[in-house]
């Protein structure tokens, strides 16, 4: 049982919008930055959006970040076939380690 | 570029002992917190302990505390995972992560540790 709670799955047409979003508490989302991750398959995650919305180098705008409160929202505008992927959110909780959601599956159909 | 790559998997007996590396390269590695987080197959991520760039503070998650110990050489850039007294359930793919941003902006391919 993950400490963040996200949707196992998520599906969308190419060239869509889709959401995911990420559920915690006070004790950890509510006072920290999340983070979030892609994995493509056999590979290792990659970090998508860092301090709730912000972009690393290298990553398109077509990938967005929120947060509200406990939650947050991951947002993926021009889905592609490449997308498909399993997204992860993070942060860290009171005890100082990180966190994780159990992760979502996105199918773009 | 930013490397990092474990190494020390393998299969192990229940109760028994592996050492992880991860060899860094392409920056300071004695300026930044690490971290290993695992991945059991199939199944999502997970910490497993973090320690900071002097080594000062140290963090395990309650499922490995007592029996594994995070430790890192800045001379050598190489962060360690010492894994004691392994059970089933420690079965995973072990990844070190680089901390920054409030989260891990690099992480190694992975080794996986197969405890059967």
């Known amino acids: 049982q993950s400490v963040l709670t996200q949707p196992p799955s998520v599906s969308a047409a190419p060239g869509q919008k889709v959401t995911i979003s990420c559920s915690g508490s006070?004790?950890?989302?509510?006072?920290?930055?999340i983070s979030w991750y892609q994995q493509l398959p056999g590979t290792a995650p990659k970090l998508l959006i860092y301090?709730?919305?912000k972009r690393p180098s290298g990553i398109p705008d077509r990938f967005s970040g929120s947060k509200s409160g406990t939650s947050a929202t991951l947002g993926i505008t021009g889905l592609q076939t490449g997308d498909e992927a399993d997204y992860y959110c993070?942060?860290?909780?009171?005890?100082?380690?990180?966190?994780f959601g159990g992760g979502t599956k996105l199918t773009v159909l | 570029e930013v490397q990092l790559v474990e190494s020390g998997g393998g299969l192990v007996k229940p109760g028994g002992s592996l050492r992880l590396s991860c060899a860094a390269s392409?920056?300071?590695?004695?300026?930044?917190?690490m971290n290993w987080v695992r991945q059991a197959p199939g199944k999502g991520l997970e910490f497993v302990s973090s320690i900071s760039s002097s080594s000062s503070d140290i963090y395990y998650a309650d499922s490995v505390k007592g029996r594994f110990t995070i430790s890192r050489d800045n001379a050598k850039s190489t962060l360690f995972l010492q894994m004691n007294s392994l059970r089933v359930e420690d079965t995973a793919v072990y990844y070190c992560?680089?901390?920054?941003?409030?989260?891990?902006?690099?992480w190694g391919q992975g080794t996986l540790v197969t405890v059967s």
């Open positions: 301090e709730n919305n």
């Open positions: 993070g942060t860290w909780d009171n005890s100082l380690s990180a966190v």
């Open positions: 006070s004790s950890n989302i509510g006072n920290n930055y």
């Open positions: 992560a680089r901390e920054r941003y409030t989260g891990y902006d690099y």
């Open positions: 392409g920056f300071t590695f004695g300026g930044y917190n």
